[in-house]
């Protein structure tokens, strides 16, 4: 009965789990950051043909957003360029 619940106490101290992060769309908390999103800022260097745009010294904000609302999000972006990615 005096012995402390190990297990979680190991969950609580995880470093993973210290920091607290709220989506910047919802405002919801953010449980595993692993998964969410963070933004960032950097350097673009253009490419001509195809391919992700590379972004050197990449900066991470302390901003963050769930998967849900970045999905959401793009969906808005896309549709306001003319469905250039339908
Ligand atoms: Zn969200």
Same mark, same amino acid.
């Not at 005096?2 to 989506?23: F, K």
């Not at 998964?35 to 745009?53: D, I």
């Not at 904000?61 to 609302?69: M, V």
């Given at each position: 009965?005096?012995?402390?619940?190990?297990?979680?106490?190991?969950? +609580?101290q995880?470093?993973?789990q210290?920091?607290?992060a709220?989506?910047?769309f919802?405002?919801?908390?953010?449980?595993?950051l692993?998964?969410?999103?963070?933004?960032?800022t950097?350097?673009?260097?253009?490419?001509?043909v195809?391919?992700?745009?590379?972004?050197?010294?990449r900066?991470?904000?302390?901003?963050?957003?769930?998967?849900w609302?970045?999905?959401?999000?793009?969906?808005?972006v896309?549709?306001? +360029?003319?469905g250039?990615?339908?």
């Amino acid at each position: 009965m005096d012995r402390p619940n190990t297990d979680r106490i190991m969950e +609580q101290q995880h470093p993973r789990q210290t920091g607290v992060a709220y989506c910047e769309f919802c405002r919801e908390k953010i449980t595993n950051l692993n998964t969410a999103y963070r933004k960032v800022t950097g350097w673009e260097a253009k490419r001509k043909v195809g391919g992700t745009n590379a972004i050197r010294l990449r900066v991470p904000s302390h901003e963050w957003a769930c998967t849900w609302c970045i999905e959401k999000e793009s969906k808005k972006v896309n549709a306001n +360029q003319g469905g250039l990615f339908v």
